[in-house]
């Protein structure tokens, strides 16, 4: 049985992170012989310490009368909640638009039940090295050399970049986007006004900085 969710307290006395979805960035788990056709999933999940998310998933869509298997992003934020019958819930919104998804936690693995007892599988991926993002950090901060991206399309340019630039680009037109490497390993900015966010290959946000102060970052 479920009902009605609200705010799950007790996630936040879950220092160890056992039992309950914490912050940062899950992939999907194949099964073996791979999804059947249809099967709703997230494919990246990246939950952040701020409250937001950036989610890119996979389902059933319909085009022109027929169903094909589509796919979307959400990029929007996010709260742990639960029901009276302790079912757990991570509660996305995006612009005013509020879902849920049912969950269960155990260590770094997250299953996320799509319908009844039919679930898939998210692990929770290992955090980047701090001594890395601060790196990348001071590199922005000292004004290091960045190539700018011409081609959001490129194999190499992350989707969570393309679809941040989609949302932005009518707003600001000083958009501009840039590959930075640090210490062998790319990481991509988006500067748009006095912001500036930086992410990882993998989609994973890794800072935040407005009007030249860090607002944001994993480490």
């Known amino acids: 049985m479920e009902g009605d969710d609200f705010d799950d307290n007790e996630a936040k006395t879950d220092s160890d992170g056992q039992h309950t979805a914490q912050p940062g960035l899950y992939l999907v788990v194949p099964p073996e012989g791979g999804f059947d056709e249809y099967v709703p999933r997230n ?3 990246d939950l952040r310490r701020d409250g937001t998310a950036f989610v890119y998933y996979i389902g059933a869509d319909e085009f022109e009368g027929n169903i094909q298997e589509g796919y979307g992003v959400a990029m929007g934020t996010y709260k742990l909640t639960r029901d009276r019958y302790d079912n757990k819930y991570i509660r996305f919104t995006v612009d005013g638009q509020s879902w849920r998804e049912k969950y269960s936690a155990n260590g770094t693995e997250l299953r996320i039940y799509w319908a009844n007892d039919d679930h898939y599988v998210m692990k929770r991926q ?11 950090k001071a ?9 700018r991206i011409e081609d959001i399309y490129a194999d190499d340019v992350p989707y969570v970049l393309r679809h941040r630039s989609y949302d932005l680009d009518d707003i600001h037109s ?11 390993e790319k990481a991509y900015v988006i500067t748009f006004g006095e ?7 993998t989609q994973q946000l890794l800072a935040v900085k407005k009007a030249a102060e860090w607002t944001y970052a994993l480490w």
Do not use: C, H, Q
């Open 43 to 45: 494919e990246v999940m």
């Open 174 to 184: 000083d958009l501009k986007m840039f590959r930075l490497t640090v210490e062998d």
């Open 195 to 201: 912001n500036l966010e930086i992410y990882r290959g």
């Open 139 to 147: 590199a922005v901060d000292a004004g290091a050399a960045m190539s």
């Open 126 to 136: 290992k955090m980047p090295l701090a001594d890395w993002v601060r790196g990348v």
